[in-house]
């Protein structure tokens, strides 16, 4: 069963560096996101991506970050100047254009900042 | 401003039991209601997902109950297993490709 796959699994940076994290989304969706989750707490969207643009972004997608499709696979999210605050779980999930309620996670990447 | 709220926080259960986890939310345009599991470590998993025009859906041992004028839903897990432990999330989404605003979360235990 294809699956969104997230590298790496735990990141470790220091405040005010740049991070990139990876996704292979599921081959044949269209639709692509991040979601956080601090430690214990809900999982909060932060941005949506669509036919190479940000469909949708929240309060928490300020100018540090920013999303990529650098090829036909892989889906990045980069942070430009990481903050204590932004250590947390990071998922990706895709889904089908025609009908694409359903999004799938990827297995997370977590981010620590110290 | 909270969107989805969830109920109870945490769930102990015996096993054989049934686990009943309720969602509010207050924006009449949502129009899809998942289901999310989660394992410690782990990404949420689209367990069961409902859509408003009809009022339940049973996969297995898991029903989700829709009721569209109380704005509400709800899952239920039958016959509950010590693997069923977990985290469960529901989320609500406005037309698809959209995104999902997710509740605060159920930690359910099931003893054995």
């Known amino acids: 069963e294809p699956e969104v796959t997230q590298t790496p699994s735990h990141q470790v940076t220091q405040m005010g560096q740049e991070v990139i994290l990876r996704c292979v989304p599921i081959s044949n969706h269209l639709y692509f996101y991040w979601y956080r989750q601090i430690l214990g707490q809900k999982v909060e969207f932060l941005v949506s991506f669509y036919n190479n643009e940000i469909s949708e972004k929240s309060e928490i997608f300020d100018d540090q970050f920013s999303v990529e499709r650098p090829d036909g696979s892989n889906f990045t999210l980069k942070i430009r100047s990481t903050k204590l605050e932004d250590s947390a779980m990071y998922f990706c999930?895709?889904?089908?254009?025609?009908?694409?309620?359903?999004?799938?996670f990827g297995p997370g990447t977590r981010l620590t900042v110290t | 401003q909270q969107q989805v709220k969830q109920s109870p926080q945490s769930l102990i259960v015996q096993k054989g039991g049934i686990s009943i986890i309720n969602c509010a939310y207050e924006n009449t345009a949502f129009d899809y209601f998942p289901w999310y599991q989660q394992f410690p470590g782990k990404g949420p998993a689209l367990l069961i997902a409902i859509r408003p025009d009809v009022s339940e859906k049973k996969e297995g041992r898991f029903t989700i109950s829709f009721n569209k004028s109380a704005k509400q839903f709800s899952l239920h897990i039958m016959d509950s297993q010590p693997g069923d432990s977990a985290t469960y999330f529901c989320a609500v989404a406005r037309g698809a490709g959209n995104k999902l605003t997710f509740g605060g979360g159920t930690r359910v235990l099931v003893k054995p």
């Open positions: 999930a895709s889904s089908r254009l025609a009908g694409g309620y359903e999004q799938y």
